[in-house]
């Protein structure tokens, strides 16, 4: 058990509340069973000595010899409390007599208390209460031996001074095994509190650790998790209530999974039925534009801004047709990744060449640097995360280049839709089945080989702008699909899915995203990739289909 645990606390609770309450019944028991014991036993010997008194040493004349206190004495000692006697006596010269019961004793008027000498030779004055010139005194004392003793003392009118010394050993003795059995019994009852806080514990926490599995099951996403309830006490009615919470959340996640999965299938419809026409609409646009290119002058000019603004908007609604496929993929989880080895350098200046950004983007990259990657989706990436830093900020566009080791958590968050299904395409140089197996040969050879040397390293690329930065309500929202950074201006040349592409297309790599603002002023996206996706998209692919073969864990 832990020492911050439920269990080990109810256990030290139980056990500090029978602790407490047996030693405090133990202590009360004991000290009433002392005083009783004491008090019979004291009572009974002070009677005894007193009428022993009465009875032979007030007999005795008023100047008795030694030997008459001793006869005396012995006398006394016979009684039934089996007491040591030592009678005193003052003759008429001031010299005074004493005589114990037994000369083999070793009760001498040293070991009667100096105070209760004192009392008991002290005269009282007699009244209507009091009859008596003198009275019995008595006191507990301990001897050399650590001996309880009762020593008791009494006075007879003009006679004779007697000491009584009774020994409380085996009185001691009896409250020493009442306080050894005492002490048992509180052990015997811290054991069994510490055994009733188990099953106490049991009782109270099988239903509170199985609420905890159940919670765990609900959270890893099991919605169909429900406990079993018996009784109607409150972790009961709590059981009950879970059960209700999770029924809740069971029909209301399935609601809106069927309204996200017709919303994905009318957006992934949608997008399939818009490029039939768009087709018919692209090629005429194409004949337009061509007619405004030529020399011939076949376009009116009166209607010339009208046919470029049509051929613009068709290009712009075949880019958001392509994204929104795009997207779709992503979201029924079947975008794929075709690996290969790119060099950096060269893929982002022929991502810059062909949309003609040469003049406006500085590349700071070695050659030589090689990642494994999917070129197509990397393209994206760079076409997205560059044209982004020309849209909104401020030339020249800087794109640096630098291999980091890898961080010890995960470069990809959780993504927050459907779990996307990564497939690994080698690329064939030749056809046919010769070609898979010429790819399956390098990818045993060459590719441990690659996969080691690019083990724990990171592709970083950063695309930094100097345009006046992203403000910081924006900033959590730039990855957000259709995000407007301002209401007043809802319709821009973008399709508000660029970014969002790129992050997915950065996730299903094992890699992420991030942006801030330079303290030297402008934007920095940072794209973090994995040096070599292979064993990232291996892994992912394992997972959807754990009994694959190593082949179709390859995508082929």
């Known amino acids: 058990m832990r020492f911050t ?22 202590g009360i028991a004991y000290w009433l069973n002392r005083e009783a014991v004491l008090t019979r036993a004291q009572d009974a010997v002070l009677r005894d000595f007193a009428q022993e008194m009465q009875r032979h040493a007030a007999a005795l004349p008023a100047e008795p010899t030694r030997e008459e206190l001793r006869h005396a004495a012995e006398e006394m000692s016979r009684s039934s409390q089996h ?27 040293e070991d009667v208390p100096r105070s209760l000498s004192h009392a008991v030779g002290r005269k009282q004055k ?9 009275h019995l005194y008595w006191q507990r004392t301990v001897d050399e031996n650590d001996t309880p003793c009762l020593v008791a003392g009494a006075k007879i009118a003009d006679g004779p001074t007697g000491y009584m010394l009774k020994s409380l050993e085996p009185e001691a003795k009896d409250l020493n ?45 099991k919605l169909d ?50 490029r039939t026409p768009l087709t018919a609409i692209t090629a005429v646009t194409e004949v337009l534009e061509e007619e405004l290119d030529a020399e011939t002058g076949g376009i009116d000019p009166m209607v010339e801004p009208a046919v ?13 047709v392509e994204n929104l496929m795009e997207v779709t993929r992503f979201d029924a989880g079947t975008a794929r990744l075709v690996l290969d080895d790119v060099d950096i350098a060269d893929q982002i200046t022929a991502c810059v060449d062909a949309r003609a950004w040469l003049d406006a983007v500085e590349l700071d990259a070695e050659r030589g640097v090689t990642a494994r990657l999917d070129p197509r989706r990397l393209d994206v990436i760079l076409a997205n995360l560059i044209g982004n830093a020309l849209k909104h900020g401020g030339s020249p566009v800087r794109v640096s280049v630098r291999v980091e080791d890898a961080p010890e958590e ?42 080691s040397e690019a083990a724990g390293k990171v592709l970083v690329i950063e695309v930094r702008d100097h345009g006046p930065g992203i403000p910081e309500e924006v900033l959590p929202h730039v990855f957000d699909r259709f995000y407007k950074a301002s209401a007043s201006r809802p319709r821009s040349e973008g399709s508000g899915l660029g970014l969002s592409i790129a992050l997915e297309n950065a996730h299903i790599h ?28 291996e892994d992912a692919a394992a997972e959807q289909q754990p009994g694959a073969s190593k082949r179709q864990r390859s995508g082929r």
């Open 225 to 274: 998790t429900r406990l079993q309830v018996s009784g109607t006490d409150e972790l009961a009615e709590l059981s009950r209530t879970f059960n209700r919470t999770a029924a809740a959340l069971e029909h209301r996640v399935a609601e809106m999974s069927a309204r996200d999965e017709a919303s994905r299938r009318f957006v992934a419809d949608m997008s399939h039925e818009l």
């Open 126 to 134: 007699l009244t209507s209460v009091n009859s008596s010139p003198y």
């Open 83 to 109: 007491f040591s006697v030592l009678l005193t006596s003052t003759t008429p010269d001031g010299e005074t007599v004493t005589a114990p019961s037994n000369v083999w004793e070793q009760f001498t008027l």
């Open 177 to 221: 095994s009442l306080a050894w059995s005492l002490g048992i019994a509180t052990a015997l009852a811290l054991v069994g509190s510490a055994l009733l806080a188990q099953a106490a514990a049991t009782t109270v926490l099988r239903p509170v650790h199985r609420l905890g599995i159940a919670a765990r099951r609900l959270g890893e996403g």
């Open 5 to 26: 645990s439920l269990r080990l606390r109810l256990v030290l609770v139980f056990g500090l509340v029978a602790l407490t309450a047996a030693v405090t019944a133990s």
């Open 410 to 451: 995960p470069l990809a968050p959780p993504v927050p839709h459907a779990p996307l299904t990564a497939h690994v395409a080698h690329s064939a140089h030749e056809p046919g089945e010769r070609a898979e197996q010429v790819a399956d040969a390098d990818a045993g050879d060459e590719g441990a080989e690659a996969l």
């Open 510 to 537: 094992g890699g992420d995203i991030s942006a801030a603002n330079s303290p030297d002023g402008g934007a920095v996206f940072t794209l973090r990739l994995p040096l070599d996706a292979s064993s990232v998209t």
């Open 308 to 320: 470029r603004l049509v051929v613009s908007e068709t290009r712009r609604l075949g880019d958001l």
